[in-house]
């Protein structure tokens, strides 16, 4: 298992070469097993301590590992460390960024740096992992190199993106992306601060991970890494997750949903949440305390594709007019914060407690030689369970999925949007219909912005609360490592390329003075999947706010018509037309607010005569004359 029989198959920068020559030895894992079993120390033990000696600080816990029947489960010592910090990423190098360079914010060149983390690797045990950014099928040959004692953080990446034998790594291996590992220099580099170091080049894109939370560099890292291939290549990873739904009557229709934070991927892939007595709550009132039910017999059943990260390579486009779409990942590190009892998820909690491999759990309630349970999270400092509970799960155990090698043709392409409760005597931006239908130029819009909305809860935010903030370009903004105005033109020609594909908005928490929940998504995807994803201009009604596009001015579905007052939320009793127009106000002025940003010299003139149109309130016809809805009969 220890050896350097390998090394030469590997074509790598001069300074990592040296650093491995130098190093105590190189573990290459020939088997996924391996590389678990090493995450619980060379003793084997059943909880094993990831601790490192620091100059002036002694020996530092940072996490512990502890070995279930199930898997894996680590925690981290700092409440801080369980959950991924918005403000990590920092750019090395001289290319064009609008992120924070290194050299400005520590006010030295990250070259120093850099030969200091090679340095301390050199004096290590080390894993070098290969791996597929991007996935087994489309990804890219990459690296990560990894002291031997965190070998649950390489476990987390092969998880991810798949694991790959050393024994299949071929002569001339020359990575495309590399990950470097060196947690102690989360203490005496950056006051205990996670921070990651992104150093890119024309045929490389390093990942300097200063921290042991996998988040920002074995996920989003791996992210960076794509978006930054695809803008040298022309393609786009989105921040999506993707479903093929299967109709009663087994028509097949395929939706991609987006959205910031809280936008609801991960809800889309869900099946429908029914009450004890089988009925749909599509939304209750929260004024009055009324509830509004549907019934519903037989739903679609779904096949997930993707969870997050979604690569719509060019080379995969195939000139039908649709977004052609495949997985990025090979596992998915899904969240359990919503799952606190038994029961509550029994898909997830059948394939935690019996999985076919060995999962990876991250802030839970391990006890050694138990079941971890994805119920039990570890309780932090504030006598609270954790709020980011995680598991990865490799898509091969998700039940029905579409297999990883099988692009799909996008037929629905929503975009999610988290709303407050609003009313005529509390006005605020929670007024979108159940669901909205808008051209490709509005629906570039909310890309460029991509509202996080009413209470996030998917990352570390003091200012969560009910305000609007942008995530930005194509909600994966907080992970891109270029320029804003290049992701926007590179989104805006994706989304006018795909005419055929219909691009529409969900609400989710609220509409108008309803609290609703996921509810709505669920039920447009049952909706438009028993439509085939087409809809009559007929039951079209135009939206008082040219940003929302149309509304349905009439929905039917299993023989019972929705309430009007969900569709056109102007018309419910407490909110009314000025309680409406009030709230789109909020919104439309955000919208004036971030997107002069964008009016540069770079912007493709057609994105900077959309972006004119809202900032002269122009309506919707406007709009349609530069992208038409050819797909609305």
């Keep these: 298992m220890f050896t350097d029989s390998y090394f030469d198959r590997f074509v790598l920068p001069e300074d990592l070469t040296e650093t491995l020559k130098k190093c105590r030895c190189i573990c290459y894992p020939e088997t996924k097993e391996q590389l678990e079993e090493m995450c619980f120390g060379p003793t084997h033990s059943s909880r ?279 997985d990025a990942e090979d596992g998915w590190f899904l969240r359990m914060d919503g799952d606190n009892y038994y029961g509550n998820s029994p898909t997830y909690e059948r394939i935690s407690i019996h999985p076919s491999e060995p999962l990876e759990f991250f802030n839970m309630d391990g006890v050694p030689n138990a079941t971890c349970l994805i119920w039990e999270h570890v309780i932090e400092s504030n006598g609270k369970p954790c709020s980011n509970p995680r598991v990865i799960i490799p898509r091969g155990m998700i039940e029905n999925i579409v297999p990883g090698n099988k692009p799909q043709e996008v037929n629905v392409r929503s975009f999610g949007v988290r709303m407050p409760p609003s009313t005529a005597a509390n006005p605020n931006y929670g007024v979108m219909g159940l669901v909205q239908f808008v051209p490709a130029s509005i629906a570039w819009l909310w890309r460029l912005i991509a509202p996080r909305g009413f209470k996030n809860p998917s990352i570390a935010d003091s200012n969560a609360g009910s305000g609007l903030k942008a995530e930005g370009v194509g909600s994966y903004w907080p992970f891109a490592t270029g320029v804003k105005v290049t992701q926007a033109n590179m989104l805006l020609h994706q989304l006018m390329d795909t005419p055929e594909t219909l691009n529409i908005l969900i609400p989710n928490q609220h509409i108008g003075a309803y609290n609703v929940g996921f509810m709505g998504e669920w039920l447009i995807r049952e909706y438009l999947a028993r439509r085939s994803g087409t809809v009559r201009m007929k039951h079209l009604a135009k939206s008082r706010c040219p940003l929302f596009g149309y509304s349905l001015d009439e929905m039917k579905i299993d023989g019972q018509y929705v309430r009007q007052t969900f569709l056109r939320p102007e018309l419910q009793s407490k909110l009314g037309f000025e309680g409406f127009d009030a709230g789109t106000k909020i919104l439309t002025d955000f919208f004036k607010e971030q997107l002069p940003q964008f009016l540069t010299d770079d912007l493709d003139p057609v994105g900077r005569q959309i972006i004119e149109l809202c900032l002269n309130d122009a309506p919707l016809e406007d709009y349609l004359a530069i992208t038409p809805m050819h797909n609305i009969k």
């Design 48 to 326: 094993y301590d990831v601790s490192y000696t620091l100059p002036g600080m002694g020996i530092v816990k940072e996490a512990e590992v502890v070995r279930c029947k199930n898997g894996p489960v680590v925690n981290f010592m700092e409440d801080y460390m369980r959950r991924r910090d918005p403000d990590c990423m920092r750019i090395g190098d001289d290319l064009p960024t609008d992120k924070p360079r290194f050299e400005d914010v520590y006010g030295y060149k990250f070259s120093k740096l850099r030969q200091e983390t090679m340095d301390w690797l050199a004096t290590q045990q080390i894993i070098l992992l290969p791996f597929k950014a991007g996935g087994k099928y489309y990804g890219y040959d990459s690296l990560m190199i990894c002291p031997m004692n965190a070998a649950f953080f390489a476990l987390s990446l092969a998880n991810m993106q798949g694991f790959e034998s050393i024994f299949d790594v071929k002569h001339g291996f020359t990575p495309r992306g590399i990950i470097y590992v060196a947690p102690p220099f989360r203490h005496t580099h950056f006051s205990g601060k996670q921070v990651v170091v992104h150093q890119r080049s024309e045929k490389l894109h390093e990942v300097f991970s200063y921290n042991l939370y996998p988040g920002p560099s074995a996920k989003k890292g791996v992210f960076s890494m794509l978006l930054d291939i695809g803008e040298h290549e022309g393609w786009i990873t989105n921040h999506a997750s993707a479903a093929l739904l299967e109709t009663p009557y087994e028509n097949e229709i395929v939706f991609m949903h987006e959205g910031a934070s809280g936008g609801g991927k991960s809800e889309m892939l869900e099946e429908v949440h029914h009450e004890e007595d089988g009925r749909l709550l599509l939304g209750t009132h929260t004024v009055t305390g009324e509830k509004y039910y549907l019934s519903m017999g037989e739903t679609c059943k779904i096949h997930p594709i993707a969870d997050d990260m979604v690569m719509a390579h060019k080379d995969m486009q195939n000139g039908s007019g649709h977004l052609v779409i495949v």
